[in-house]
């Protein structure tokens, strides 16, 4: 099951971990189970992924064709969902295909993790 963490870690805590891992390879054995792990160092950025963060379970439950039906099932601005979208995918949550469908380009947007997981710790 591919498994998303989200958490708060300074750049130094990053390069922390990436040690670690570069580390525990270089003994021939595995890190702990794959996963995809979005850092936030900005409290900014992090509240605006949990702001919308129905936006990814909305696209893991419905499996929307195009941002245009995101929108449509989430009752959010056009322009809005884009803007939501294009930061999901920016920051590695969400994968966007594109398709030609009728002589247009249509972009679906896609969240290839079946679990979302929090590493915070309280200061």
Same mark, same amino acid.
């Given at each position: 099951?591919?498994?998303? $963490?989200? %958490? ?6 990053? #390069? ?7 580390? @525990? =390879?270089?003994?021939?054995?595995? *890190? !702990?189970? *794959? ?7 900005? !409290?900014?950025?992090?509240? &605006? #992924? ?13 499996? *929307?064709? %195009? =941002? ?5 099932? @989430? ?7 884009? /803007?939501?979208?294009? #930061? ?11 398709? /030609?469908? %009728?002589?247009?380009?249509? &972009? ?7 679990? $979302? ?7």
């Amino acid at each position: 099951m591919k498994k998303l $963490i989200i %958490s708060m870690k300074t750049t130094n805590d990053m #390069f922390d971990d990436f040690k670690k891992i570069a580390k @525990t =390879i270089k003994k021939g054995k595995s *890190p !702990k189970s *794959p996963h995809y792990e979005i850092a936030f160092e900005s !409290k900014k950025d992090f509240n &605006k #992924f949990m702001r919308n963060i129905s936006v990814l379970i909305s696209i893991i439950k419905n499996k *929307p064709k %195009s =941002i245009y039906q995101l929108a449509k099932a @989430t009752d959010t601005d056009l322009a809005n969902m884009k /803007k939501i979208i294009n #930061f999901f995918a920016e920051i590695g949550a969400v994968r966007i295909k594109e398709n /030609k469908k %009728s002589g247009r380009t249509v &972009k679906t947007p896609i969240v290839d993790y079946q679990k $979302i997981e929090f590493d915070l710790q309280a200061a």
